[in-house]
């Protein structure tokens, strides 16, 4: 396990997420009510933005077919995806996003 840290991204706040890039994968980090969560920015469908999809409780929904995944393990909770996304651990230390890559 190995933690990677990005001191210039902002954290997203309450109710926001932000893009980030983890050693090449594209990762998606939502905060919901203040509680982070991380997991593949790119839609296994075909690559829809999943950080610009709306969210609801722990469920994001992809913005281009509708999609759906759960923030927690990835999973898909609705298709048309089929494969689950990369699930990380993140966190913030201090004001600094850091991210747990297996
Ligand atoms: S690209 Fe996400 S549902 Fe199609």
């Known amino acids: 396990m190995e933690s990677v840290s990005f001191p210039r991204v902002k954290?997203?706040?309450p109710?926001?997420?932000v893009r980030i890039d983890v050693k090449g994968t594209p990762?998606?980090?939502f905060n919901i009510g203040g509680?982070?969560?991380a997991i593949g920015a790119r839609c296994t469908h075909v690559g829809g933005p999943l950080e610009?999809?709306?969210v609801s409780g722990h469920v994001v929904t992809c913005p281009w077919h509708g999609s759906q995944f759960d923030l927690d393990t990835g999973q898909v909770v609705r298709?048309?995806?089929t494969v689950p996304e990369p699930a990380f651990k993140v966190r913030?230390?201090?004001n600094v996003l850091v991210v747990d890559v297996p």
């Open 11 to 13: 954290p997203p706040g």
């Open 15 to 17: 109710g926001e997420a």
């Open 27 to 29: 990762v998606a980090v």
């Open 35 to 37: 509680k982070l969560s």
């Open 52 to 54: 610009k999809g709306p």
């Open 79 to 81: 298709g048309p995806a």
């Open 92 to 94: 913030l230390e201090g």
